[in-house]
């Protein structure tokens, strides 16, 4: 039987940043799909909303509940793999870096992933966590079934052809249609990537992004606020040999700059904001370049150790740079102090009703601040840029968009609701979140 207990000695939930937390009146840490489903019945009867919330890493409240948390925590492993069909049938709640390290061990991998692995492989998929791709999309893109667990305990197997209509919707389902319990992947033999990382000026870059992007399988590029400086990144599938970075120097990049010394340097930012310019021109012209083969797990992702706040949306990908610039030409003329790097990465043209690259070829651009750091005012001017520009925000991170603007920029998102009010007509799995960005 699942794992329930009731409020007194239930713990308050917290997301990673630190930035939204709920006490629950019930929670549940069912271990198969059937106490999914009885879990369900349970809080529906007892008039309590049900939501399920992975490892936290949204930045938005579209995990939190005063009714029911379902902690997927028991729900993890590999169910099967089909090497004839090549997928991999895997429970919700494995995390993302469990189930890279055991594909790699069975001679496997996922096609593109992204930057970080500590996310449930729901959690990730429901909010549409993407890398960066010229053919490969996000990580929802690569589901080819899902079993999903309605609003009346009714269990649904989803995929092209068994249910086709959910799984149009389901594999980004914002966790507004049921509760996901297994999902099955395509993958692929475990291969190479080569990786070049190298510093480049922010002009060059921009002048240069179509090319980079044409000519790279996987390109992203990071520019530093107060700077003219960017680092770009560029993987593509290698025969080889393998030529990890040495113990040494990912410790040295991975962990002692990327993490340790990011973490004062942020912490300084923060107490005293007049030094991030010039500590931002130092980090920036201090990075070197760097090339190194891996496998793509280990390419693919990297730490994040020092904790912030995001906001992140999708563009129609020919507009990305125009937008990248006026954010540039927005921070040099305010007074603001930017500590983080501005993310740009890109997707293909995806059909998933909600996916932030659905129907149209996009970039990404995506802004953070250190924890604890205000972030309204940078977050406020950044978004003003992303909606004149027709951009989609990403469901799991900071954005003030409601169901008015969102019906404008998705073309299927009636699709989706009529999905919703036929499988969740009483708002089961809803919260306030999901009522700002579905509607009722």
Not at 95 to 120: C, F, H, Y
Not at 269 to 278: D, E, F, W, Y
Not at 358 to 368: C, G, I
């Amino acid at each position: 039987m699942s794992t329930v207990s009731r409020r007194g000695a239930i713990r308050p939930w917290r997301n990673w940043a630190g930035t939204v937390s709920v006490r629950p009146t019930r929670e549940a840490s069912p271990a198969s799909t059937e106490e999914v489903a009885e879990a369900i019945r349970r809080a529906a009867e007892d008039g309590l909303r049900v939501k399920t919330a992975g490892a936290g890493h949204s930045f938005t409240a579209i995990a939190a509940t005063d009714g029911l948390l379902i902690r997927p925590d028991l729900l993890t492993g590999i169910r099967s793999i089909d090497r004839v069909a090549m997928t991999v049938t895997v429970a919700s709640g494995t995390p993302l870096k469990r189930l890279n390290v055991a594909l790699a061990r069975e001679g496997l991998s996922l096609a593109n992933m992204g930057d970080i692995m500590d996310q449930t492989i729901a959690g990730a998929t429901s909010t549409g966590t993407h890398g960066t791709g010229r053919d490969s999309a996000s990580i929802a893109a690569q589901i080819t079934a899902l079993e999903l667990v309605t609003a009346d305990g009714t269990v649904l197997n989803c995929s092209a052809t068994r249910n086709p209509d959910v799984f149009a919707v389901s594999r980004l389902g914002l966790g507004a249609l049921g509760v996901v319990t297994t999902i099955t992947l395509a993958v692929e033999p475990l291969f190479l990537l080569r990786a070049r990382e190298e510093p480049m000026a922010f002009d060059r870059v921009l002048a240069e992004f179509d090319e980079l992007h044409a000519e790279n399988e996987h390109f992203e590029f990071y520019w530093f606020p107060h700077t003219d400086n960017c680092v770009t990144k560029r993987n593509n599938r290698s025969a080889g040999p393998s030529d990890p970075p040495g113990a040494v120097g990912s410790w040295i990049d991975d962990e002692l700059l990327s993490n340790g010394l990011f973490q004062v340097v942020n912490s300084l930012g923060r107490a005293v904001p007049a030094t991030i310019p010039t500590i931002s021109k130092l980090c920036s012209r201090a990075l070197s370049a760097r090339t190194y083969t891996d496998i793509p797990y280990k390419v693919f992702t990297s730490p994040r150790r020092v904790r912030f706040v995001e906001m992140e949306y999708a563009l129609p990908r020919e507009a990305a740079l125009a937008a990248l610039r006026e954010v540039k030409a927005m921070v040099e003329r305010s007074p603001l102090k930017i500590s983080f790097p501005v993310e740009v990465r890109t997707a293909p043209a995806d059909d998933i009703a909600l996916s932030t690259a659905a129907d149209r070829e996009s970039a990404y651009l995506a802004v953070h601040l250190y924890r604890g750091t205000p972030h309204r005012s940078y977050f406020t001017a950044v978004e003003r840029i992303m909606t004149a520009h027709g951009g989609r925000p990403h469901w799991g991170k900071v954005h003030t968009r409601d169901a008015a603007y969102l019906a404008e920029v998705y073309p299927r998102f009636a699709e989706f609701t009529a999905v919703r009010d036929r499988l969740d007509p009483g708002r089961l799995f809803g919260n306030d979140y999901l009522r700002r960005v579905l509607g009722e």
